[in-house]
């Protein structure tokens, strides 16, 4: 059984930061790609980055490029989503989630396992 618990949401104000945790339990070293989404209500599921699990390679969304940071620790079978400048654009629920085959996309329909979610709010 896969499970992803992501943790670390919160309320911020504009121009702060955040990390968000991803720790992924079960058949994690199956994982190929992990990544991170956000949506808002109302509007389609968007992909802010993503990191190979193996060789760390690392992808972006545009509008987070240069902000927000993707990381991971092998070892604790964990992802980060280190989010810096804040705007109330960026406010969502955040979700993770993995790729079990060889890939890295931007697709959301590509993950295969997802975490429940972390609301951020960044007030103005």
């Known amino acids: 059984q896969v499970q992803l618990v992501e943790s670390g949401g919160g309320l911020v104000q504009a121009g702060g930061s955040l990390r968000l945790t991803c720790a992924a339990s079960g058949r994690s070293f199956g994982f190929y790609t992990m990544g991170w989404f956000r949506q808002v209500p109302g509007k389609e599921r968007e992909f802010v980055a993503a990191?190979?699990?193996?060789?760390?390679?690392?992808y972006y969304a545009d509008s987070v490029k240069g902000r927000f940071t993707i990381s991971r620790d092998n070892a604790k079978n964990t992802v980060y989503l280190q989010m810096n400048s804040l705007t109330p654009e960026d406010s969502a629920v955040y979700s993770c989630?993995?790729?079990?085959?060889?890939?890295?996309?931007?697709?959301?329909?590509?993950?295969?396992?997802w975490g429940q979610g972390t609301q951020v709010t960044v007030s103005s």
């Open positions: 989630a993995g790729i079990l085959m060889d890939i890295w996309s931007r697709d959301s329909d590509d993950y295969n396992y």
């Open positions: 990191i190979s699990w193996r060789a760390g390679s690392t």
